[in-house]
């Protein structure tokens, strides 16, 4: 990381410099910064906010004098965050945000309540294995505002609003504020019509004059095939209703895929575990294996080892949006008895001594089968 400028050098002031001399050296570097006179401009915007932190520091008599005794390394071991630890703004500059902001009228950023989108509502939605896998219809409970049809979302009961006088309909009034850049405007919400522009003469009992009241609903979904844990699928429109006639907000469902007791999931490939006996590993067998689309049979060779996985093509997850589907990967688990009576266990030491027998010499071999015989 760099090292941080001197703040004297940052503010062009020496170390005698006085608080009145401080405050005017921090002026003209602010106003030959500000980033709505150097828009675009990351260097400029790093001069700012190294002015508002030096100034932070030389403008109080305690900071200055640890400042002046130990440097930087004076607030670096209390920070909690940037800026020395002072929090806020720029350079933890505090409350000058805002006035910062608004220093030159707030140029061309004024913002007029107008049609706005509503805001999107989000939930959580669980899904089984398959449903999630094929795809499904559903009708999602959700809770959330919806327009008021006893006033047509105005507010009003007559339907009739009138505009704010104090802001002339903007919502947004400008005020004017001491500082020690000097006086200086800075926009705020109008505190009459709260930011709305429009004053409310005759209240809608039914939401309050909010225009709108709080509902639950069921809205029908539709699931797509593939989609997987997490995945959020957006529903249009059918978030919150807009202000002053602006298009309604989005439902954003995230999905949540239940754990299935067969199938693990990875991507649109799905993988299982599939128990055969010892004698089917070692001999070969038609298995039945459990599939998304139901049972399938498949043929083992003989010799097959415990830990052998086969493929069966196409019997996956289908892919999201798009034609296809993965595979699924079966991994072959020999299970080994754990009860077995006398006899059973007679047939087995018969059957390891003839496996034992085959590393015998050819001589011990013919001996045996000539016995056998």
Same mark, same amino acid.
């Not at 505002?145 to 979302?153: E, H, T, Y």
């Not at 093509?313 to 892919?319: A, E, Q, R, S, W």
């Given at each position: 990381m760099a090292e941080k400028k001197d703040y004297y050098e *940052?503010?062009?002031?020496?170390k005698t410099a006085t608080e009145d001399e401080i405050k005017k050296a921090y002026r003209k570097v602010a106003k030959q910064y500000h980033p709505d006179?150097?828009? /675009?401009?990351?260097e400029a915007e790093m001069k700012f906010k190294e002015a508002g932190e030096a100034y932070a520091v030389l403008s109080d008599s305690q900071k200055k004098q640890q400042y002046d005794q130990f440097g930087h390394a004076a607030f670096d071991q209390t920070a909690g965050g940037g800026a020395g630890g002072f929090g806020g703004g720029f350079g933890g500059f505090g409350d000058f945000g805002d006035i910062f902001d608004s220093f030159f009228g707030g140029g061309g950023s004024r913002r007029r309540t107008g049609p706005q989108k509503g805001q999107d509502v989000h939930i959580s939605y669980d899904l089984t294995f398959e449903e999630a896998a094929f795809g499904v219809k559903k009708e999602i409970p959700v809770t959330k505002?919806?327009? !008021?049809? /006893?006033?047509? /979302?105005t507010g009003s009961k007559s339907g009739n609003t009138t505009t704010c006088s104090a802001c002339g309909g903007a919502g947004r009034v400008y005020i004017?504020?001491?500082?020690?850049?000097? @006086?200086?405007?800075?926009? @705020?919400?109008c505190e009459q019509c709260r930011g709305t522009g429009s004053i409310i003469n005759d209240? !809608?009992?039914?939401?309050?004059?909010?225009?709108?009241?709080?509902k639950n609903i069921k809205i029908e979904v539709e699931i797509p095939a593939g989609i997987d844990d997490g995945q959020t699928i957006s529903v249009r429109g059918q978030g919150e209703p807009g202000?002053?006639?602006g298009p309604a907000g989005d439902l954003?469902? *995230?999905?949540?895929?239940?754990?299935?007791?067969?199938?693990?999931?990875?991507?649109?490939?799905?993988?299982?575990?599939i128990p055969v006996t010892f004698a089917q590993a070692a001999l070969g067998a038609e298995l039945e294996v459990n599939t998304l689309d139901g049972k399938v049979k498949y043929t083992i060779n003989s010799g097959t080892q415990t830990g052998s996985v086969?493929?069966?093509?196409?019997?996956?997850?289908?892919?999201?949006?798009?034609?296809?589907?993965?595979?699924q990967y079966v991994t072959v688990k020999v299970i080994v008895p754990t009860r077995l009576n006398e006899k059973q266990k007679e047939a087995l030491r018969v059957f390891n001594d003839l496996l034992e027998g085959r590393e015998r010499s050819d001589e011990e071999k013919k001996s045996f089968f000539g016995k056998k015989k």
């Open positions: *940052t503010l062009g002031v020496s006179l150097n828009p /675009g401009n990351a505002d919806v327009s !008021c049809d /006893g006033c047509n /979302g004017r504020q001491n500082s020690i850049l000097g @006086t200086i405007q800075r926009e @705020t919400i209240p !809608c009992p039914k939401c309050s004059a909010r225009g709108k009241y709080r202000v002053k006639g954003l469902v *995230t999905i949540r895929v239940r754990r299935h007791a067969f199938f693990v999931r990875d991507g649109f490939n799905v993988h299982c575990e086969f493929r069966l093509k196409n019997k996956g997850v289908p892919f999201l949006r798009g034609s296809g589907r993965g595979d």
